[in-house]
């Protein structure tokens, strides 16, 4: 078995049986249980994470300490209840070495365990020359102290005040030699305290530095201790609520070590450690001045009155305004220092932005120089996508690192990782960038919506070039052809009637064939015309839906809605009689619809066209539904079939060039399809 695991089942056995012995010389002296359970908790308090640390990490040096530091307070125990005994005249055996060594200096063993476990914490070894002579003088001067206050000359302190001096008495400077001794346990203490932030400041490992950042926090317990002691005799006359520090050091201690060896990830630790520094330097400025002006106030007042104690209280409350503040500023840049550095940068960026001398774009490189972590990345979330992407539109990947949401009113906007940030401040960073980022998301937006409406126009002027080419090549093969063939017939009958007079009654066949090569160059010019804008439009755009649907090989529901008309009254439905079924087709019965802009019917109407030509020909559909709807502005159609699905937006191809002349009006075209069937919508802005 490691050494250090036995020394901690060593020591936890010990401290069993010194609270055993405790509570059974509290039977004797018949004080109670209530004071051995005290005591007994207290010891078994840092037990606890002991001996789970020793069961994960059985090498584990601070183990044993943590350990220690229980048996010590068990130890303290079982001295009260000596005194006890001893003040009931029934001293109980060994009392007569264990009042003299004990009853003087044993508070000194609440303190040395966690003093030497700072002073080797994280990895159990002391890391210099100057660690082991504090280590040494830890383990010597309580000893050293109990000797000489145990045969120092005059009466010991309550309650053993008339105990004798069992050990023999000393020389008269063996009273002073143990208060310069307690003083010296006060300095050795302050330099363990100082020891795992020196140590924190020469390590590069950032798993050390958490972890000895935890046992700082749990540290500043010792002076918050030593500082409830002199509110207790300032306030109360007496030590009582040092009873209070000794149990918070004894819980955040020991909890606070077993957090930085399993879990130093678990909180962002430079905040709490930052705020309780602050805290503990503005109580300590206050008891000063509390104590000051109590004094100063008392010398001509008299000590005790309520005047004194009113002046004081103002003054203190007075003093705790600007303090707090100030010393937080201050205990940040110091203490944390990246999030300090952040928020600078994320407020100079703010400025640069604002003024024109930056772009937001830079945030991911001035956060990531600010906090010392090349690898943060912003992303921030495309319109319409779930995928963050950074400043330059590639794909933002976030699997590695800590990510946190980046959320401005209500809506994500982007996200935020890295790998060697807390969660804690990357979540406070995310808020102070919330306004970065969504500029961000506008302006790639814009250039977004900007370089989509130039490919757009592009695509537009190759369709109408193409288109003119088409009209051109149709009216050059087709009608032209048929009117130049049809002006040298009448070109030849008019020649005949001229070189023949009496020809002319020959002449009906001639212009027979004349009068149908018309009537065909007709129908291809109409049909030309057609193409260029559907004649039913003329009627408006319900009618030109009604056209279009007629003829179609499948079953078709119309459903033509004006939200600007009057409502209809509903027609009653008998009880029980349930819905009344909806035809195949229903015709559309709402007003014409003549003052839409014709550019906006036009644009539905090739919408519906393109959607019902794509169903027949590649949906295998077996029912087809189209709604078109007016109000609040806009033109909405909708065409969804229950066929196979597949459709997608290409540029190029058909749906790409409604997408085209869509946004062309001014309006938004989407697809959705999938196995379900397929659902082309188009909403268009209508002034109308």
Same mark, same amino acid.
């Given at each position: 078995?490691?050494?250090?695991? +036995?020394?901690? @089942? %060593?020591?936890?056995? !010990? *401290? &069993? $049986? =010194?609270?055993?012995?405790? /509570?059974?010389? #509290?039977?004797?002296?018949?004080?109670?249980?209530?004071?051995?359970?005290?005591?007994?908790?207290?010891?078994?308090?840092?037990?606890?994470?002991?001996?789970?640390?020793?069961?994960?990490?059985?090498?584990?040096?601070?183990?044993?300490?943590?350990?220690?530091?229980?048996?010590?307070?068990?130890?303290?125990?079982?001295?009260?209840?000596?005194?006890?005994?001893?003040?009931?005249?029934?001293?109980?055996?060994?009392?007569?070495?264990?009042?003299?060594?004990?009853?003087?200096?044993?508070?000194?063993?609440?303190?040395?365990?966690?003093?030497?476990?700072?002073?080797?914490?994280?990895?159990?070894?002391?890391?210099?020359?100057?660690?082991?002579?504090? +280590?040494?003088? @830890? %383990?010597?001067?309580? !000893? *050293? &102290? $109990? =000797?000489?206050?145990?045969? /120092?000359?005059? #009466?010991?302190?309550?309650?053993?005040?008339?105990?004798?001096?069992?050990?023999?008495?000393?020389?008269?400077?063996?009273?002073?030699?143990?208060?310069?001794?307690?003083?010296?346990?006060?300095?050795?203490?302050?330099?363990?305290?100082?020891?795992?932030?020196?140590?924190?400041?020469?390590?590069?490992?950032?798993?050390?530095?958490?972890?000895?950042?935890?046992?700082?926090?749990?540290?500043?317990?010792?002076?918050?201790?030593?500082?409830?002691?002199?509110?207790?005799?300032?306030?109360?006359?007496?030590?009582?609520?040092?009873?209070?520090?000794?149990?918070?050091?004894?819980?955040?201690?020991?909890?606070?070590?077993?957090?930085?060896?399993?879990?130093?990830?678990?909180?962002?630790?430079?905040?709490?450690? &930052? $705020?309780?520094?602050?805290?503990? /330097?503005?109580?300590?400025?206050?008891?000063?001045?509390?104590?000051?002006?109590?004094?100063?106030?008392?010398?001509?007042?008299?000590?005790?009155?309520?005047?004194?104690?009113?002046?004081?209280?103002?003054?203190?409350?007075?003093?705790?305004?600007?303090?707090?503040?100030?010393?937080?500023?201050?205990?940040?840049?110091?203490?944390?220092?990246?999030?300090?550095?952040?928020?600078?940068?994320?407020?100079?960026?703010?400025?640069?932005?604002?003024?024109?001398?930056?772009?937001?774009?830079?945030?991911?490189?001035?956060?990531?120089?600010?906090?010392?972590?090349?690898?943060?990345?912003?992303?921030?979330?495309?319109?319409?996508?779930?995928?963050?992407?950074?400043?330059?539109?590639?794909?933002?990947?976030?699997?590695?690192?800590? &990510?946190?949401?980046?959320?401005?009113?209500?809506?994500?906007?982007?996200?935020?990782?890295?790998?060697?940030?807390?969660?804690?401040?990357?979540?406070?960073?995310?808020?102070?960038?919330?306004?970065?980022?969504?500029?961000?998301?506008?302006?790639?937006?814009?250039?977004?919506?900007?370089?989509?409406?130039?490919?757009?126009?592009?695509?537009?002027?190759?369709?109408?070039?193409?288109?003119?080419?088409?009209?051109?090549?149709?009216?050059?093969?087709?009608?032209?052809?048929?009117?130049?063939?049809?002006?040298?017939?009448?070109?030849?009958?008019?020649?005949?009637?001229?070189?023949?007079?009496?020809?002319?009654?020959?002449?009906?066949?001639?212009?027979?064939?004349?009068?149908?090569?018309?009537?065909?160059?007709?129908?291809?010019?109409?049909?030309?015309?057609?193409?260029?804008?559907?004649?039913?439009?003329?009627?408006?755009?319900?009618?030109?839906?009604?056209?279009?649907?007629?003829?179609?090989?499948?079953?078709?529901?119309?459903?033509?809605?004006?939200?600007?008309?009057?409502?209809?009254?509903?027609?009653?439905?008998?009880?029980?009689?349930?819905?009344?079924?909806?035809?195949?087709?229903?015709?559309?019965?709402?007003?014409?619809?003549?003052?839409?802009?014709?550019?906006?019917?036009?644009?539905?109407?090739?919408?519906?066209?393109?959607?019902?030509?794509?169903?027949?020909?590649?949906?295998?559909?077996?029912?087809?539904?189209?709604?078109?709807?007016?109000?609040?502005?806009?033109?909405?159609?909708?065409?969804?079939?229950?066929?196979?699905?597949?459709?997608?937006?290409?540029?190029?191809?058909?749906?790409?060039?409604?997408?085209?002349?869509?946004?062309?009006?001014?309006?938004?075209?989407?697809?959705?399809?999938?196995?379900?069937?397929?659902?082309?919508?188009?909403?268009?802005?209508?002034?109308?």
């Amino acid at each position: 078995m490691p050494w250090a695991r +036995a020394s901690t @089942l %060593l020591l936890a056995a !010990v *401290t &069993a $049986a =010194l609270a055993v012995v405790g /509570a059974v010389l #509290a039977a004797a002296a018949g004080t109670g249980p209530v004071e051995p359970l005290l005591w007994s908790g207290l010891a078994a308090v840092p037990l606890v994470p002991a001996l789970l640390l020793t069961a994960r990490r059985p090498h584990l040096t601070v183990a044993p300490l943590l350990a220690a530091a229980g048996a010590g307070a068990a130890l303290n125990g079982m001295a009260d209840r000596y005194l006890d005994l001893v003040a009931a005249g029934t001293p109980p055996p060994g009392a007569w070495w264990v009042v003299p060594l004990v009853l003087q200096f044993s508070w000194m063993l609440f303190f040395v365990p966690f003093a030497l476990l700072a002073l080797v914490f994280p990895d159990g070894r002391l890391p210099g020359r100057s660690s082991r002579v504090v +280590a040494v003088g @830890l %383990l010597v001067t309580p !000893v *050293t &102290a $109990a =000797l000489l206050g145990a045969v /120092a000359p005059g #009466a010991y302190r309550e309650p053993a005040a008339d105990h004798p001096h069992t050990l023999g008495t000393g020389p008269a400077w063996t009273g002073p030699a143990a208060v310069v001794t307690v003083a010296a346990f006060g300095v050795l203490l302050l330099a363990a305290a100082v020891a795992p932030v020196l140590r924190r400041r020469r390590s590069t490992d950032p798993v050390e530095r958490a972890r000895l950042r935890w046992l700082a926090l749990a540290g500043l317990g010792v002076p918050a201790t030593l500082l409830l002691c002199w509110a207790s005799y300032l306030l109360l006359g007496g030590p009582d609520l040092v009873v209070v520090g000794l149990a918070g050091m004894y819980v955040g201690i020991p909890a606070a070590t077993a957090v930085a060896v399993l879990r130093h990830g678990l909180y962002d630790v430079d905040r709490a450690y &930052a $705020a309780t520094l602050t805290w503990t /330097a503005v109580a300590t400025g206050l008891l000063a001045v509390y104590s000051l002006v109590a004094f100063a106030v008392g010398a001509v007042a008299g000590q005790g009155s309520a005047p004194t104690a009113a002046a004081a209280t103002a003054v203190c409350a007075a003093a705790l305004a600007p303090m707090r503040s100030r010393l937080r500023r201050v205990v940040d840049a110091r203490i944390d220092p990246q999030r300090r550095a952040a928020h600078d940068a994320v407020a100079a960026l703010t400025r640069a932005s604002r003024d024109g001398s930056a772009r937001p774009e830079e945030l991911a490189g001035r956060l990531g120089a600010a906090v010392g972590d090349p690898t943060l990345v912003v992303g921030y979330r495309p319109p319409g996508g779930d995928t963050p992407v950074d400043a330059d539109g590639r794909p933002v990947e976030t699997a590695d690192r800590v &990510a946190v949401p980046v959320v401005r009113d209500g809506r994500r906007v982007g996200v935020l990782a890295a790998a060697a940030c807390s969660r804690s401040l990357l979540r406070e960073l995310a808020e102070a960038v919330a306004l970065l980022v969504e500029v961000v998301c506008l302006r790639q937006e814009a250039h977004r919506a900007q370089t989509e409406a130039e490919a757009g126009r592009a695509r537009l002027l190759a369709v109408g070039d193409a288109e003119r080419r088409r009209l051109e090549r149709d009216l050059h093969d087709g009608a032209q052809q048929r009117l130049v063939s049809l002006g040298m017939t009448l070109r030849l009958a008019q020649r005949r009637i001229h070189a023949e007079p009496g020809a002319a009654a020959g002449l009906d066949d001639v212009l027979e064939a004349a009068v149908a090569e018309l009537g065909t160059a007709v129908a291809e010019l109409r049909r030309i015309a057609h193409g260029l804008r559907p004649s039913g439009l003329d009627d408006g755009l319900p009618a030109a839906l009604r056209g279009l649907t007629a003829h179609l090989p499948l079953p078709v529901r119309l459903e033509v809605v004006d939200e600007q008309a009057p409502a209809r009254p509903a027609v009653p439905v008998p009880a029980g009689a349930g819905p009344a079924p909806l035809p195949e087709r229903t015709p559309a019965t709402d007003p014409d619809w003549l003052d839409v802009p014709d550019r906006v019917a036009l644009a539905a109407y090739y919408v519906v066209g393109e959607a019902l030509t794509n169903t027949v020909r590649h949906a295998g559909a077996t029912r087809v539904e189209v709604h078109a709807a007016r109000g609040g502005g806009t033109v909405r159609v909708r065409v969804r079939d229950d066929g196979r699905g597949g459709a997608a937006v290409r540029p190029g191809h058909g749906l790409g060039g409604l997408a085209d002349r869509v946004a062309a009006a001014g309006g938004a075209l989407a697809v959705r399809s999938d196995g379900g069937g397929t659902e082309v919508t188009a909403e268009l802005p209508c002034a109308s």
